[in-house]
């Protein structure tokens, strides 16, 4: 059991040895602030996209991802499929590079707040 946990687990990018475990957690320890962050506007973001849905129609959704899905799994499951992709998505890109893992989050934080405002204020 323990050799599972201690395995390492890199990946060769561009002829650099990157170690996808070690960059992942740097980042969920030094930005802690920002992952927490990130969880609270894409909750935010989920529920104002839900309110949004439920008053006027799936089809306004202007992510074509989270709209497909709205359409194939209905709006709960689809909404929450897309948030978790998004969180899957900044998980992956903090691990392929410990240096532009802050730039990631903060990018994905912005884009959330972004979105919680276009579907209070237009909705």
Known sequence: MDF??????TMTILDREVSLQQNLFYALQ???????ILL????????????F?????????ANLVVRYLAYEFGIFA?????????????????????ELSR?????????NCAAIYINTAFS
């Open 103 to 111: 730039a990631v989050l903060l990018l994905i934080i912005l884009l």
């Open 78 to 98: 689809g909404v929450l499929i897309g948030k978790l992709l998004q969180i899957f998505s900044a998980m992956a890109f903090c691990a392929l590079s410990k």
């Open 30 to 36: 030094k930005y802690r602030i920002f992952w927490f």
């Open 40 to 51: 609270l506007t894409a909750t935010l973001d989920y529920v104002t996209t839900l309110q």
């Open 4 to 9: 599972i946990f201690s395995a390492q687990i």
């Open 53 to 61: 849905m439920i008053k006027d129609s799936i089809a306004l959704e």
